[in-house]
């Protein structure tokens, strides 16, 4: 895989390749599950526990090879079989004298860890065989166009029992003509299992204990050998690059999104539609373009998602619109909207009708039924009651810099635009807050609160500090049409006149990294000072 992460732990549909083969072994409802680990034990032994906690781990030594692996699984699984009996016998139950004796018996299965699209039908159509034909051992097979790098399934002409599988290295010309293959797959009698690996050997060009020998070991000792063929070869593919990784990645996903437009699912394009495997998607859903949802996501009946929408453990209930939205551990209640361009961080909580606009960043905040955050805004740490509404430009300034305190707004609240809430503050059922303002104290039920002083115009700055702009004509054109109406046109001209002499001419600002501005010598007012240069 060129990676530092080892192979059965790369992801498809938001679980590991070993994460699938466990899904599909538990399926079986078996009596145990072993995994066998070695390469990077650490890291894949605590990742499969934290799938599977009662999951036998087995480590295999420095022997190599996949018969190997089996033998140091069969010898745990015998020993945890015997630790059973002997513990039903302390606690007093006859068992017949046979808890020294007690190994595992029954039908094992085997799988690879790396075979991610695998499927609990299949494993149970080989065990349903394996039955009924009371074969020693059953393989899984497929044919593929190119099977080299894989074991050959070689057949007895007439009855197509399985006389054992080569590998690759160690195939004649014919054999390696032969295009069906071993998956690593397999149902094997416990007791014949357990002979034939007390009899492998390392006689081969890899110098490995091959778990295929115990085919023809078995075959030999009498018992029926047989193969179940499967035409779908995708799903008993193993991955060994990302190259393959990415194939059967975008075939899970297809099957998935398959199964959901069966359901009742509406996908409007699938080719730029993504859903894991443990996402559950309610009829009449719409999954419009660029979607994806991840991990533990839920989405209730008649909600739309999307487009352009990345959605993780996120749940979405009935009627609701999440458009053009990132989100993650949140709640979207039932008919709420929430985007486009939204940002639900890990415990928001919207309510039934309510809304989350246009970006707006929420974060472990509880809102109310019908309550709304239209847009520009930041509410994070937060409770907001019922049907209130949070003006635009609104934060909860929720940080000192070493605590995270929280914001508390009532139901039916109005708060004005443009409103910093300086937390820990609390602002009552029914108030109101003006436009502009920081609320640094709790704010009683049905008062208004204000933090702005009075509004003070400054007349006729414009003229006086940015004269001869656009700004300043505009506002000389409306003073005079305001000032002198009714007045004639001779009083007109004497009063604009008189009140172009009247204002003193003030330069633009020097701006940082400009060259700074020149008057102009013949405008200097009198007393004024001129340099050689003609500069005032």
Same mark, same amino acid.
Do not use: C
């Given at each position: ?6 192979k ?35 890291r894949?032994?605590?990742?499969v526990?934290?799938?599977?906690? *009662? ?5 295999? *030594?420095?022997?190599?090879?996949t018969?190997?692996?089996?033998q ?6 015998? &020993? ?33 860890g ?5 499927d609990?039908? !299949? ?28 074991g ?8 197509? %029992?399985?006389?054992?599988?080569v ?22 009698? &416990? ?16 110098g ?9 070991i ?16 995708l ?9 393959q ?8 996903n ?31 859903? +719409?999954?419009?373009?660029?979607v994806?949802l ?14 352009? !929408? ?29 985007? /486009?361009f939204?940002?639900?961080? /890990?415990? !928001?909580?919207?309510?039934? %009708? ?8 929420t974060?472990? +905040? ?6 709304k ?29 070493v ?6 707004i009532?139901?039916h ?11 820990p503050?609390?602002?009552?059922? $029914? ?13 009683? /039920?049905?008062a ?13 700055w ?16 409306a ?15 004497e ?10 001419? +003030? ?8 060259p700074?501005q020149?008057? *102009? /010598? ?5 007393? $004024?000072? +001129? ?6």
């Open positions: 895989m060129r990676s530092a992460t080892p059965v732990l790369h992801e498809l549909g938001g679980r590991s390749m070993v994460g699938h083969a466990l899904a599909a072994a538990r399926a079986l409802e078996p009596g145990r599950v072993a995994v066998v680990v070695r390469h990077e034990r650490e894949v032994a605590a990742h526990l934290e799938v599977d906690a *009662d999951a036998l781990l087995v480590d295999q *030594d420095d022997v190599p090879g018969g190997r692996a089996v140091v699984a069969m010898t745990a699984l015998d &020993a945890a079989a015997q630790a059973a009996t002997a513990d039903v016998v302390a606690a007093g139950h006859d068992v017949g004298g046979a808890a020294a004796g007690s190994v595992l018996d029954g039908a094992v299965v085997v799988v690879a790396d075979v991610p699209l695998l609990a039908g !299949t494993l149970e159509q080989m065990l349903a065989a394996h039955a009924a034909d009371g074969n020693a051992v059953t393989v899984l097979t497929t044919e593929v166009p190119d099977p080299t790098g894989y050959r399934i070689l057949r007895e002409p007439g009855t197509g %029992d399985v006389l054992g599988i590998e690759e290295k160690d195939a004649t010309d014919e054999q390696r003509a032969v295009a069906e293959i071993n998956t690593s797959v397999y149902v094997f009698d &416990a007791a014949v299992l357990r002979s034939a690996l007390a009899r492998l050997g390392r006689d081969n060009a890899q490995e204990v091959y778990l295929t020998d115990v085919l023809a078995a075959r030999g000792d009498g018992g029926r050998v047989r193969a179940l063929r499967t035409d779908d070869r799903s008993v593919e193993g991955v060994n690059d990302r190259v990784l990415a194939v059967l990645r975008a075939e899970l297809r099957r998935l999104l398959e199964d959901w437009m069966r359901a009742g699912v509406t996908v409007v394009d699938p080719a730029t539609t993504w859903v894991d495997v443990d996402v559950d998607l309610a009829r009449d859903v +719409t999954l419009l373009p660029n994806q991840h991990g533990a996501t839920s989405i209730g009946e008649g909600a739309t998602i999307g487009p352009d !929408t990345t959605l993780t453990d996120v749940e979405v209930r009935a009627g609701a619109t999440v458009v053009r939205t990132h989100g993650s551990l949140s709640v979207v209640g039932e008919g709420a909207t929430v985007g /486009p939204a940002y639900l961080r /890990p415990g !928001t909580e919207l309510g039934a %009708d309510g809304k989350i606009g246009t970006f707006v960043e974060k472990n +905040t509880q809102i109310g039924t019908g309550s955050i239209p847009h520009l805004s930041y509410v994070g740490d937060a409770t907001i009651g019922e049907h209130s509404n949070i003006g635009a430009a609104s934060v909860t300034v929720n940080y000192d810099g605590n995270k305190h929280r914001t508390v009532g139901s609240a109005r708060t004005g635009s443009d409103n910093m809430f300086v937390a503050v609390v602002v009552g059922d $029914g108030a109101y807050t003006g436009a502009g303002t920081v609320v640094r104290r709790d704010v009683p /039920p049905g208004l609160a204000v933090s702005a002083g009075s509004q003070r115009n400054i007349e006729g414009v003229q006086r500090s940015r004269a001869g702009t656009a700004a300043a004509e505009a506002a000389a054109k003073r005079g049409t305001r000032d002198v109406a009714g007045l004639s046109p001779q009083a007109r001209a009063r604009e006149r008189a009140a172009t002499a009247a204002i003193p001419v +003030t330069p633009p600002p020097h701006l940082p990294g400009q700074a020149l008057d *102009d /010598p013949t405008d200097a007012p009198a007393g $004024g000072t +001129t340099n050689e240069d003609g500069t005032r």
